[in-house]
């Protein structure tokens, strides 16, 4: 298995508070991704990033930021947590991106968050 | 811009039947297309990939999928289900291209009826 690890794998939170997902990578994989998974809405790319302090939003970024300050992690930010960002989200990792040669994402095991 | 449909949210066979699990997309340009499977509780792994080497991709676990550019679909097919099977699948699209992103299906359950 690919060397991803996300922290916390569950949190509970409050309306209005911060959060911040960790994703942890030992492969030396250029691009990481963050998506979340809703019942009938499959995964959606939320941020991307394309090496150290390179990103881009996804479809869903609003409410969300990144940061990529070294190869390996790769941060992700609820500046103020709602409801409607309960989810399960999950970090991705590939080696090339789009049409490369060895695009393949690999997957972390999630993090279950709950917003009340 | 590109994009991916799954046509069947659910898909129930019995063990020991074959199983398709339908996939269109749409894309701008030469397309990637992959199928990930989801257990439940699991991340997702990566069952096959298509990238115009051949039209006939085998996977893990034998399955396998059909690329098909004048129906453009990308379904995913298996000769005998068995009861591990039974997981969620996603199509997924990908494009050679710097603002194109990886778009993935909305996803399609399989139960295996004993």
């Known amino acids: 298995d690919a060397g991803i690890t996300q922290s916390p794998r569950h949190k509970v939170t409050e309306t209005g508070t911060p959060v911040t997902l960790r994703c942890h990578q030992t492969e030396n994989h250029r691009y990481m991704y963050w998506y979340r998974q809703d019942p009938g809405h499959g995964l959606r790319l939320i941020h991307y990033s394309y090496g150290v302090k390179d990103t881009d939003k996804g479809e869903v970024s609003d409410g969300y930021s990144v940061s990529r300050s070294k190869t390996e992690d790769f941060l992700l930010t609820l500046e103020s947590a709602t409801s409607s960002q309960t989810s399960v989200y999950f970090c991705a990792i590939s080696e090339s991106g789009t049409g490369g040669t060895n695009e393949k994402l690999f997957f972390g095991s999630g993090t279950q968050l709950s917003v009340l | 811009a590109q994009s991916v449909t799954q046509l069947d949210s659910h898909v129930s066979v019995s063990e020991g039947t074959p199983v398709l699990l339908r996939c269109n997309y749409s894309s701008s340009y030469s397309p990637s297309l992959f199928w990930y499977v989801q257990h439940p509780n699991k991340g997702l792994q990566l069952l096959l990939k298509?990238?115009?080497?051949?039209?006939l991709v085998k996977g893990i676990n034998g399955f396998e999928a059909e690329f098909k550019k004048s129906e453009t679909s990308f379904h995913l097919t298996k000769p005998s289900a068995h009861m591990s099977d039974a997981a969620e699948y996603f199509c997924v699209v990908s494009a050679p291209s710097r603002d194109d992103k990886i778009i993935f299906g909305k996803g399609t359950r399989l139960h295996i009826l004993p």
């Open positions: 298509y990238t115009s080497a051949a039209t």
